[in-house]
């Protein structure tokens, strides 16, 4: 199994500024995902993050708007620009371990408001 | 967009009775998973089963899957007041990406 961490565990922004989430893993992993959590919604994976490469992005989702890092195996970040009360969301991340069988292990979660 | 469709999407039941939720997907994938998350939390992974399997038991839960059909169930026997959360399905396909369905929120009532 994984212990993952995130810091802030939430957050009121105002619209028009950036919040950094950081996701920290208690071991070395290959990918990271992040995922969007809208009020009373599913979630909806933003991006993966592989170390060393640039992450892949889903459907509707962009770079600019959502810049992530991954400096090392343990850990990720992921930037949410320019908000709007629309990103108001849990931002959650989330690991598998090498070599499957693939299920995966979630942080607790960012709650963002942005007013 | 969701691969899955969970049904129903709300559920209460009392403490002692069985639940069972389905969960409906629309393309061929390697495995299907099941997890639950309490009131805003992060996600516990439950049970996941894989594309060959068509049953799967791991405690009081029980899955099924069937391909053909391309739906899901889930069982939880005899449910406790900590059984209430929701749960949601989600199917893994190639590079270990997951789709998650609506979720059905759970309620048990003590």
């Known amino acids: 199994s994984a212990v993952i961490s995130q810091k802030p565990s939430r957050d009121i922004c105002q619209r028009g500024t950036s919040l950094t989430i950081q996701c920290q893993v208690d071991?070395?992993?290959?990918?990271m995902f992040w995922y969007r959590q809208q009020p009373g919604q599913s979630l909806t994976l933003i991006a993966t993050?592989?170390?060393?490469?640039?992450?892949?992005?889903e459907s509707g989702f962009v770079i600019d708007k959502f810049p992530i890092s991954r400096p090392n195996l343990t850990f990720s970040t992921l930037t949410v620009s320019n908000m709007s009360p629309e990103d108001s969301s849990i931002y959650l991340c989330?690991?598998?371990?090498?070599?499957?069988?693939?299920?995966?292990?979630f942080g607790p979660g960012t709650r963002l408001t942005v007013t | 967009s969701q691969q899955g469709e969970e049904d129903p999407q709300a559920l209460s039941i009392q403490e002692g009775e069985n639940a069972t939720m389905n969960c409906s997907y629309k393309?061929?994938?390697?495995?299907l998973q099941w997890y639950r998350q309490n009131s805003g939390r992060g996600l516990v992974h439950l049970i996941l089963?894989?594309?060959?399997?068509r049953e799967k038991h791991s405690g009081r839960l029980r899955v099924t899957l069937d391909t053909s059909k391309k739906s899901s169930s889930l069982l939880i026997t005899a449910s406790r007041a900590a059984d209430t959360a929701s749960y949601f399905c989600?199917?893994?396909?190639?590079?270990?990406?997951?789709?998650f369905g609506g979720g059905t929120r759970v309620l048990v009532k003590p």
């Open positions: 989330s690991v598998d371990l090498p070599g499957g069988p693939y299920e995966q292990y």
């Open positions: 071991s070395q992993v290959t990918m």
């Open positions: 993050a592989n170390q060393g490469s640039e992450a892949t992005y």
């Open positions: 393309t061929s994938i390697n495995n």
């Open positions: 089963i894989r594309s060959n399997e």
């Open positions: 989600a199917t893994g396909v190639a590079g270990n990406k997951l789709t």
